[in-house]
């Protein structure tokens, strides 16, 4: 009977003598192993990159869109606010302005919002205060606003002019203090660039200078993530009836003047994503190992070919075919192992470098070691199940007789 100590023993003196036959034996799983843990690791990358994209959007956030201009009104505002489980709200109206400082014009969305956004869309400044209700005409400018966009730096108290075109032509210039400066937007492969690029000013002020008295959109802040559909349902049920949408058309939205968002919906359509792409990253991960497998496989075969003479021996000094399979089995295992934890740590690697590469949050799973060496013992043994039980059922005469 041998044991595995002795099965080992054996196992790693024909490895050693044969290097080049056992590297490129461990090759494929070394490959396939490594394959799966960088392309995991990046799965839920992405999906923690996702999660943090739609919580940094904002925070329990509603969003009702108007389909056609002059929709959305203060009374909109007041039936929206009114809602049970509404904590905050506040308007949102973009136009394209031409903003000046000093001798430079650059053509950029102005916001016009109130002071209710910076805590439904979780604004960072990185310096001074954001608006208030009683503000007219100050400013919040976003960081490549203030450092990038022009040939000078502008800081809190510095004044910019910007114009506007009204809709009969007529353009209107005023003169806007600033009043804070938005946090530079976390780096990303995916950059979103929320904030860096937009100047807020107060939506009463933008209104008063195009003589309007209308909204794009409205945003709300829902009491919570957990209730938030239901909120956004009430808010949807409202909105029908105070436009005449009948019963029956509720859920029609082509029937609706305006569409509706909010954060839940984001959450779970970047979560699909997410899940989606990271069962794309598995799979080609998982043929990378198949291939790395039949790879052992086939090379094992030419292992049995090439040591027939030594099998013949073997079976000569008393090894049963079980003996014989076991050390097969064994030698395909210790390769495995070796392949497996080179695997594991170029996957490792590589997970670091791909996220670090694309400005991904570095995620990765410690379970995910334990899973790489788990696979390649595994793929070693199925692996090399055929290649032994061919060199088990081997006849020792014919064996010894091979040159």
């Known amino acids: 009977m041998v044991t595995l100590v002795q099965s080992l023993h054996i196992a790693m003196v024909s490895i050693r003598s044969a290097k080049m036959r056992s590297i490129l034996t461990s090759l494929g799983i070394v490959i396939g192993v490594a394959a799966v843990i960088a392309n995991v690791s ?30 959305l009104h203060d009374n909109e505002m007041k039936l929206i606010d009114n809602t049970p489980g509404i904590l905050g709200i506040s308007p949102y109206k973009e136009k394209s302005a ?10 950029i969305r102005v916001t016009g919002v109130t002071e209710d956004l910076e805590e439904i869309t979780k604004i960072e400044l990185e310096d001074g205060a954001f ?10 400018i976003g960081h490549d606003i203030a450092y990038d966009k022009f040939n000078r730096k502008i800081f809190t108290q510095n004044s910019i002019d910007i114009t506007f075109r009204k809709k009969d032509g007529n353009t209107i210039t005023r003169t806007f203090m600033v009043k ?15 904030g860096d690029n937009v100047i807020l000013i107060p939506v009463s002020t933008l209104n008063d200078i195009l003589g309007e008295n209308d909204y794009g959109a409205i945003l709300a802040m829902a009491s919570s993530l957990d209730t938030i559909k239901e909120t956004d349902e009430e808010i949807d049920k409202r909105l029908a009836r105070h436009f005449g949408v009948s019963t029956r058309d509720m859920d029609n939205e082509d029937a609706k003047p305006y ?54 021996i073997l079976k000569s000094l008393g090894f049963t075919n079980w003996n014989v399979l076991f050390l097969f089995i064994v030698e395909s295992i210790v390769l495995s192992v070796f392949g497996g934890l080179l695997g594991t740590g170029l996957g490792v690697v590589g997970a670091y470098g791909a996220q670090s590469l694309m400005k991904l949050p570095i995620v990765f799973p410690v379970e995910l070691i334990v899973v790489g060496f788990t696979i390649s013992v595994i793929v070693g043994l199925i692996a090399g199940v055929y290649p032994a039980n061919k060199a088990a059922k081997m006849n020792p005469v014919e064996a010894l007789r091979s040159e």
């Open 131 to 140: 608006l208030n209700d009683k503000d007219r005409y100050v400013a919040v």
């Open 259 to 312: 569409f509706m968002n909010n954060q839940a919906e984001d959450l779970e359509s970047l979560g699909q994503l997410s899940d989606a792409l990271a069962a794309l990253l598995t799979a080609v991960s998982l043929i990378a190992l198949i291939v790395g497998s039949i790879g052992i496989m086939n090379i094992m075969l030419v292992t049995v070919t090439e040591r027939t003479r030594e099998i013949g």
């Open 180 to 194: 804070g400066i938005i946090k530079k937007s976390k780096e990303s492969f995916f950059d979103s660039g929320i």
């Open 42 to 71: 990046l799965g839920a990358s992405f999906n923690q990159y996702f999660a943090d994209v739609s919580l940094s959007a904002g925070s329990n956030y509603i969003v009702v869109f108007g389909k056609e201009p002059n929709l």
């Open 98 to 107: 031409k903003v000046t400082y000093f001798s430079t014009s650059k053509h």
